[in-house]
C-alpha cells in the first residue's frame, strides 16, 4: 500500500525588524511600567514573537505584522519625543490606527503620533486633544468649517472636544463670546412638573455644559465671564430672535430638537461666528410622532458647502471600555428589530422620531 503524504501548507513568509530607543528615554517609557505597554503589543501580535534587550527590541513572524510591529514602535517613539508618555489606551488606539490604515504607509493617512500629539487646549495641568483618527477629522472640520455637525454615541467626546475648540477660540481672540445651549428636553420628564423656578427646571439640563467648562477654564473667572456675556450657557428656546454674531456657538443633544428648532438655531447664524452641533440619533427623547431635527437634516443639508458631518462610531469611546461593547450591543438589537418590522433606518436619518426603538414596545 502506497502512502500519500499530506500536503503541507505554505507558510508565510517570515520576517525580522530591529529597533534601538534612544538612549534619552528610558525602557520604562516604551514598555510601560511592569512591561505593561509591551504585554499590550504582544497580546495584539500574538504571531510576531518580540523579545526587548537592553534597549534593543527585536520581532519576528509574518511580514506584514513585523511591518506593522516596526511602524507601532516609529510611532511611539514620535509621540515620546514631545514629552508626551504613552499610555495603555493610546498604544492600543494607535495599533487600530495602523490597522485600518494598512500595512503599508499611506501619504495622506494621518499617523497615530500625528493624532495623539494634536493638542488642543492646555489647562490647569491637563492637555486636551483628540485620541481617536475619527476625532481628530472632527477636530480638524471644526477648524475648516463654519457648521459642523458632530454625531456618534456616548462617550466619543463630540461636546468635549467641541467645547475645547470654543474655549481655545476665545482664548485666541478669533471670537468674542461662547454661547452654549440645549434643547430642555428628556425622556419621560417635562419642566413644567418638576419643582423649582424656571431656573432651576432648566439648570439641570444644562449642567454637563457647565461641568465642561470647569475642566477647561479657572472655576473662579467663569462667574466674571458669564457675567459679562463672554460665555453664555441657555436653553435652546432662548435663541428664537437672535443673531449671533461674532461667536463660537455650540448646540448639544440635538437629537432631541424638532426639525422646526434645527432649522430656527441654524438661521441664527451671524458673521464670523461658527457653529458646532452635536447629538446621537439613536438617543432621541422627543414625544412619538416628533421628527428628531438632528436626523431630518442629514438630508437637508448634506450637499450645502461649508457643512460637514463628522460621524463617531463606537471605537471612539473614551470612556471605560465597555461603553463601547454597550453601543455595538444595542446597535446590533436595533438592526434586528429594524429588519424584522420591514428595514427601518438602522443610521437614525428615517422618518419616525425614534427609529426602531419606537416601534417595539
Do not use: C, W
Not at 517570515?14 to 516604551?30: D, G, I, L, S
Not at 481628530?136 to 458632530?150: L, P, S
Not at 461636546?159 to 434643547?183: E, F, G, H, W
Request: aromatic content about 4%; hydrophobic content about 40%; cysteine-free.
Amino acid at each position: 500500500m502506497t502512502q500519500t503524504p499530506t500536503k503541507q501548507q505554505p507558510q508565510p513568509p517570515q520576517a525580522r525588524a530591529h529597533f534601538v530607543v534612544p538612549a534619552k528615554h528610558p525602557m520604562v517609557t516604551v514598555l510601560g511600567s511592569g512591561d505593561a505597554l509591551l504585554r499590550v503589543i504582544e497580546q495584539a501580535f500574538p504571531a510576531v514573537d518580540i523579545h526587548v534587550r537592553g534597549n534593543e527590541i527585536s520581532a519576528v513572524g509574518e511580514a506584514d505584522e513585523v511591518a506593522l510591529v516596526q511602524r507601532l514602535f516609529d510611532e511611539m517613539m514620535l509621540v515620546l519625543r514631545t514629552g508626551q508618555p504613552m499610555s495603555e489606551d493610546a498604544v492600543e488606539r494607535s495599533i487600530a490606527m495602523l490597522r485600518a490604515n494598512g500595512s503599508a504607509a499611506d501619504q495622506d493617512a494621518e499617523t497615530p503620533a500625528q493624532v495623539l500629539t494634536q493638542n488642543i487646549l492646555s489647562s490647569r495641568g491637563r492637555t486636551i486633544r483628540p485620541k481617536t483618527l475619527n476625532q481628530k477629522r472632527y477636530v480638524d472640520a471644526i477648524d475648516r468649517h463654519t457648521i459642523v455637525f458632530g454625531i456618534g454615541p456616548a462617550g466619543t467626546g463630540k461636546t468635549y472636544l467641541a467645547m475645547a475648540k470654543a474655549v481655545q477660540a476665545l482664548q485666541s481672540k478669533q471670537v468674542n463670546r461662547i454661547i452654549l445651549t440645549r434643547p430642555a428636553v428628556e425622556a419621560g420628564e417635562r419642566l413644567g412638573f418638576l419643582p423649582g423656578t424656571l431656573y432651576e427646571k432648566i439648570d439641570p439640563y444644562l449642567r454637563p455644559l457647565y461641568d465642561a467648562l470647569h475642566d477647561m477654564l479657572d472655576p473662579d473667572s467663569i462667574p466674571r465671564l458669564m457675567a459679562a456675556g463672554t460665555i453664555e450657557v441657555a436653553p435652546l428656546a432662548y435663541m428664537r430672535g437672535r443673531t449671533l454674531n461674532d461667536a463660537f456657538i455650540i448646540l448639544d443633544e440635538a437629537q432631541n430638537t424638532s426639525a422646526e428648532q434645527m432649522k430656527m438655531f441654524l438661521t441664527r447664524l451671524g458673521f464670523d461666528s461658527k457653529i458646532v452641533i452635536t447629538g446621537d440619533v439613536t438617543q432621541v427623547d422627543l414625544p412619538n410622532g416628533t421628527k428628531s431635527g438632528l436626523r431630518q437634516v442629514q438630508d437637508i443639508l448634506a450637499d450645502v458647502e461649508d457643512v460637514h458631518f463628522s460621524r463617531l462610531t463606537s471605537t471612539d469611546v473614551v470612556r471605560h471600555k465597555l461603553v463601547g461593547r454597550i453601543v455595538d450591543a444595542y446597535e446590533r438589537y436595533d438592526n434586528a428589530v429594524a429588519a424584522e418590522d420591514g428595514g427601518g433606518a438602522a443610521d437614525g436619518r428615517g422618518a419616525g422620531s425614534n427609529g426602531a426603538r419606537s416601534k417595539r414596545k
